[in-house]
């Protein structure tokens, strides 16, 4: 009798004991994801797009998530759906991928709420500011932010890449490309430290140099300017009148660019 006692009271203790547990939501998305931001500028406005990619790897490389979004004046919303296969294989493994255009937002703070799958929600606050954006999540379920702070471009910058094959000529070109912007109106402004999205800035306020693996030798830029495109066309044909092998890019915080071998 005892043992027919015993042996009804384990099913009971173990149904009183998964009801006083709460189950763990299950991330049925299927991955874990990378969430960085990122700020794509134009002559007249500013976007922001958040970007989602899984940390599994699936045979074709466009593959998507499926996802719903809603911003309103206080709530970002984003729910992950799914992962969709393509209808039409790119036959090269890689992540799955969400790139959602939140457009301009206005400068203020925002409630986020990040779901994946069915069950799991991530909770936090979109900081919008006219410097930057700040991103924070009060749960890291199944998301791992890779850039929770992202500077926003100011106005009059102005940025690129001046190329050139011939060491020999290094400090007579930037000698000379230097005091030409310093003509058109550019001024070595120190900015503050972190990552633009086009460019990243060190400590010391300057732009960080690319290390590439190139035989031609490469010089990053970064200035404040308080010229027009003019004055920097005509940085372009001097470059042009007075140095051979060189390529010279500019870009503003309008979204333009401009090379001195379309002036030729």
């Given at each position: 009798m005892k043992a027919i006692r015993f042996a009804f009271l384990i099913p009971m203790l173990l149904i009183f004991s998964c009801e006083g547990e709460e189950a763990l939501p299950s991330n049925t998305l299927g991955s874990e994801i990378e969430m960085s931001m990122a700020e794509y500028i134009d002559t007249d406005k500013r976007t922001?797009?958040?970007?989602?990619?899984?940390?599994?790897?699936?045979?074709?490389i466009n593959y998507r998530i499926k996802h719903e979004v809603m911003v309103d004046h206080q709530l970002v919303n984003i729910v992950l759906e799914k992962v969709e296969a393509a209808d039409v294989c790119l036959d090269a493994i890689g992540p799955a991928f969400a790139f959602i255009d939140l457009g301009q937002l206005t400068e203020k703070e925002y409630d986020?709420?990040?779901q994946l799958g069915e069950s799991i929600i991530n909770h936090g606050t979109l900081v919008v500011s006219k410097e930057s954006y700040q991103l924070?999540?009060?749960e890291n379920q199944g998301i791992e932010l890779l850039n929770p702070n992202l500077n926003r471009i100011p106005s009059q910058a102005v940025w690129g890449l001046i190329k050139y094959q011939n060491e020999e000529q290094n400090k007579k070109l930037l000698g000379f490309f230097n005091e030409a912007m310093e003509i058109a109106g550019a001024t070595d402004k120190k900015f503050a430290e972190g990552d633009y999205g086009y460019f990243q800035v060190n400590s010391e306020g300057k732009i960080i140099q690319p290390q590439e693996q190139s035989d031609i030798n490469e010089q990053s830029?970064?200035?404040?300017?308080?010229?027009e495109d003019d004055d920097l066309q005509q940085v372009l044909q001097q470059i042009n009148s007075n140095f051979d092998d060189v390529q010279l890019r500019f870009y503003n915080a309008q979204g333009e660019e401009l090379r001195n071998w379309d002036f030729n």
């Open positions: 922001l797009t958040l970007k989602f990619l899984t940390r599994k790897d699936f045979p074709c986020l709420q990040i924070s999540l009060n830029f970064l200035f404040d300017f308080s010229g």
